[in-house]
């Protein structure tokens, strides 16, 4: 897998986290990787690896995204919305191998591909507010 793959699926294991018990969320996850077609092994291993990281800051990466969406609780922001700011957001604080610009822009492309017509902007505008 490629890096805008494994952002993908990161992405749509993420957004499963609203929407399920943190109980039953290593069993959605799960039922995720069963539904990938030949996937690797290495790269289950990563993404579930990169998924638990995610997960471990989840409280203060949302606190970083309400901080910088002024007049935006994360409650009223949109499922797709907040799940690639939380993944954009992880990788600009808390992976070093991911330069801030590129993390920016991989968010703006996945907004722009599973997001609505403002999504992108949306992204773009909070990003901008966290660096």
Known sequence: MNRREIREHLFLMLFRKDFHEDRELNEQISLYFDSLEMPKEEDLNYLKNKFDKIISHITNIDECIEAASSGWK??????????????ATYEMKYDEDIPTGVAINE???IAKKFGGDSSSSFVNGILAKIV
Do not use: C, N, P, Q
């Open 74 to 87: 994360l409650t009223r922001m949109g499922k797709v919305d907040l799940t690639i700011l939380r993944l």
């Open 107 to 109: 968010a703006v492309e």
